[in-house]
């Protein structure tokens, strides 16, 4: 009797463990999908300088 409940224990352990895994992969994938909307909707970090800028302008209208 002692036995069984022990493996019926651990079973639902295992079941519980396998759960909490597949949650926290499904919030992972979540966090990852909202920073690459975010990343494809921000603007770049980095700015040119406005002579270089200028430059860039003139030669995209040759």
């Known amino acids: ?3 069984i409940g022990l ?3 651990v079973v639902v ?5 396998l759960a909490l895994i597949v ?3 499904k919030y992972l994938r979540q966090v990852q999908q909202q920073e690459a909307a975010e990343k494809k909707n921000s603007q770049p970090e980095r700015q040119l300088h406005p ?3 200028q430059s860039q302008k003139e030669k995209d209208k040759i």
């Open 23 to 25: 949650q926290s992969f």
């Open 7 to 9: 493996i019926v224990m």
């Open 13 to 17: 352990f295992i079941i519980i463990i």
């Open 51 to 53: 002579k270089l800028q």
């Open 1 to 3: 009797m002692l036995k």
